[in-house]
Nanobody, 119 residues
Framework: QVQLVESGGGLVQSGGSLRLSCTAS????????MEWYRQAPGRERELVAS?????TYGDSVRGRFTISRDNAKNTAYLQMNSLKPEDTAVYYC???????????????WGQGTQVTVSS
C-alpha cells in the first residue's frame, strides 16, 4: 500500500507564506502526477495545483502558489505566498502511483493539513 503524509499547515496572517509538504511511503514503484487539492467548509474540494510533466494551477492561486516535486524523496511541495483569508481550507495531496511494474495506476490521498489565514 501507499501512504501519503502532509505537513506544513498552520495559522498565518493575510499576506504571509506557508510551505506544505507531502511525502509518500510504502510499496511505490512509480509516481506520475502529484497534485494539491483544498476543501473549505461548505464547499467542494477543488484542484489547486498539479505537477505531471509540468505545473498547472487553479485560477485563484496562479501567480501566488508554486508546486514542485522531489522525485528522489517521493515528495511534493506547495509554496504558498501572498495568502488570503479565502485560502483557508484543508489541503490534501493526491498522487497517481503504481505499486509494481506494469501494474495499474491508482489514486492515493493524504489525510489533509489545515491552513488558516487570518485577516
Amino acid at each position: 500500500q501507499v501512504q501519503l503524509v502532509e505537513s506544513g499547515g498552520g495559522l498565518v496572517q493575510s499576506g504571509g507564506s506557508l510551505r506544505l509538504s507531502c511525502t509518500a511511503s510504502g510499496n511505490i514503484f512509480s509516481i506520475s502526477t502529484m497534485e494539491w487539492y483544498r476543501q473549505a467548509p461548505g464547499r467542494e474540494r477543488e484542484l489547486v495545483a498539479s505537477f505531471g510533466g509540468s505545473a498547472t494551477y487553479g485560477d485563484s492561486v496562479r501567480g501566488r502558489f508554486t508546486i514542485s516535486r522531489d522525485n528522489a524523496k517521493n515528495t511534493a511541495y506547495l509554496q504558498m505566498n501572498s495568502l488570503k483569508p479565502e485560502d483557508t481550507a484543508v489541503y490534501y495531496c493526491k498522487y497517481a502511483a503504481q505499486t509494481r511494474s506494469w501494474g495499474p495506476w491508482s489514486a492515493y490521498w493524504g489525510q489533509g493539513t489545515q491552513v488558516t489565514v487570518s485577516s
